[in-house]
Every structure is written in structure tokens, then in C-alpha cells.
């Protein structure tokens, strides 16, 4: 995007990209996916996380991003103005698109919450894309072990502090963590004990990326986009640049720079805010940037 010009022209500029229909997020985004998921690629496992968040009561995004460092890396969303929980359609679009660039020999944990307890999704993930998956079920889902009474969860009888396995057809994990209001109960098709917990935990680490994407970052609230096809390359625009930032911050912290972006005494930025801070740095003393600060981008 060129910046020379008034500040006016520059509004004008991005208002025609949010407008132009041949601007397909897939086509431009696919590559970012790709670099990131053979970026972060590693013997134990990729971990995807799967959620949604509201934009003032207007818009409901669907996301799917990749944990990361206490936050997530955005890789595939889905915009519509209806409320309550996407189609499974649209959700399987979204993990079918990521899988798409997702390296061979990845191997992937699908994370969500109570929100996509759905059967057909986790054969969808499992058989399907030949991933894993670690999903939160509700505390009213019956489980049926061999050879003992049905039950429901909440009815399990698990304490604070408690781990506990119900099963082996599809494993059914319960902890309560000290200090939650109440216990995960986690579905796998995966036999993991504890490591399962590990997995799950993740998931919140969305929470975070959302953050920067509204108060603590872009504010894309502020926007006053409420069309789901001009919002979704709004977003598109977004992650680039948030991949970017976090790309910048691991970069200069393997070059020893991060001393002039944070403090060291206590440090509480997180990478993208680095990234970010660095840029900004850079414009602000008109320095020419480097090729370290270069994202590569992996071909299909």
C-alpha cells in the first residue's frame, strides 16, 4: 500500500481494498499459513486452536488460529452478522483451507470449547484431515463406560485439585483446576492423561490475539465496518500485518535487540506489541528498515 499522499487519499485508498471483490482472502492469505504452520512445525505437535468472538453485536467471526508464546497467530476466519454458533459447514471450510497448506508431515491438535461439541466434527478432524483433536465438553454430555452405569459428568463426582479418566472409547479426561469455578472435562481420540490438559490449556491463548485485534491493539470496533465481505478483508489486511509484528519481535530478540523495545526489569509486552514498538521505533527515527524485518513466505 503506498503512503505518500494526504491522510485523506490514504482513507480512500484502503476504503477502495476493503471494496474490491477481486481481492480474495484465500489467494492472498494461503502463503501467510503456510510460513507459519512450517514455521512453528515441531515433533510434538501443532496446536489449532478453534473459536469466536463478537464485534459489538454486529459482526460474529469465526477464527482459527495457532498457539504461539501465550497468544495466536491468526490463519483462517469467517465473517457472517448472525449470532449464536457458525454452520458446520463454515467451520469445516475453514480447518479444510488451513490443511491445505498445512505441512505433510504436521502433526495438528484441534482445540475448542463447549461451543463445537459436535460428533461430526471430530470425525470430520480425525478421519477427515487425519488430525487430533482435545475438545471441552459440557458438564450435562452422558458418558457411557464399559461395563458400568452411564452417567453424567457433572454427576462424576470430581473434586478440586482431582484428575480423572472415565473411558478409552473416545478418552474422557476431568480436572479441576485449583482456583476454577468449575472442571474441564476433555475429549480426545487420543489416549493422553495429563498431556491432554497441556493441550487444552492453549486454547485461551486466543483470548489474547483477540485483544489486539479490539482494545489493546488495531481496535477494529472503532471501524464502523459492519459488511461481512469488506470486514473480512479488513481482517485480512489485520493479520498480515499482526504476523508481521509477531515475525519482527522473533527476529530481533535472536539479535540481542530487545532491550530497545522493553524493559528488562520486568517485561510485559507481548510479541506483537514488540513488533509493533519496533516499528514504530523505526518511522520515528527515520531509519531505513532491514532485511531481517523481511517475513519469507513459503509457496504452496
Known amino acids: 500500500m503506498p503512503w505518500s499522499g494526504t491522510r485523506d487519499s490514504v482513507v480512500q485508498r484502503l476504503w477502495r481494498a476493503l471494496l474490491n471483490v477481486r481481492l480474495d482472502v484465500r489467494t492472498l492469505y494461503g502463503p501467510t499459513v503456510g510460513h507459519v504452520l512450517s514455521w512453528l512445525n515441531n515433533p510434538r505437535g501443532v496446536i489449532v486452536v478453534l473459536d469466536r468472538t463478537m ?63 459436535h460428533v461430526a466434527l471430530q470425525r470430520f478432524v480425525r478421519d477427515e484431515l487425519g488430525w487430533h483433536f482435545v475438545q471441552r465438553l459440557d458438564q450435562s454430555t452422558w458418558v457411557y463406560p464399559r461395563g ?81 465481505a469488506h470486514f473480512q478483508r479488513l481482517v485480512l489486511m489485520i493479520a498480515l500485518a499482526y504476523v508481521w509484528f509477531v515475525h519482527i519481535c522473533v527476529a530481533l530478540v535472536k539479535r540481542g535487540l530487545r532491550r530497545w523495545v522493553d524493559r528488562c526489569a520486568h517485561r510485559t509486552l507481548s510479541y506483537f506489541r514488540l513488533g509493533w514498538n519496533w516499528l514504530d521505533r523505526l518511522l520515528a527515527h527515520d531509519h531505513p528498515m532491514p532485511a531481517w524485518m523481511c517475513m519469507p513466505i513459503s509457496p504452496k
Open 55 to 117: 464485534i459489538q453485536d454486529a459482526l460474529n467471526i469465526l477464527m482459527v488460529s495457532v498457539a504461539f508464546r501465550g497468544r495466536s497467530l491468526p490463519l483462517a476466519w469467517k465473517i457472517q452478522k448472525k449470532e449464536g454458533s457458525f454452520q458446520l459447514r463454515h467451520i469445516r471450510a475453514a480447518l479444510r483451507f488451513v490443511a491445505s497448506w498445512t505441512p505433510p508431515d504436521a502433526r495438528i491438535w484441534v482445540v475448542d470449547d463447549r461451543e463445537f461439541q
Open 148 to 228: 458400568r452405569t452411564a452417567f453424567k459428568l457433572r454427576h462424576s463426582g470430581l473434586q478440586r485439585g482431582q484428575f480423572r479418566s472415565f473411558g478409552r472409547v473416545q478418552v474422557t479426561i476431568g480436572y479441576w483446576r485449583l482456583g476454577e469455578d468449575e472442571p474441564w472435562y476433555l475429549l480426545s481420540d487420543q489416549t493422553l492423561g495429563r498431556e491432554a490438559v497441556r493441550i487444552y490449556v492453549r486454547r485461551f491463548w486466543i483470548e489474547e490475539m483477540f485483544r489486539h485485534f479490539k482494545s489493546q491493539g488495531w481496535d477494529i470496533e472503532a471501524s464502523r465496518i459492519r459488511h461481512p
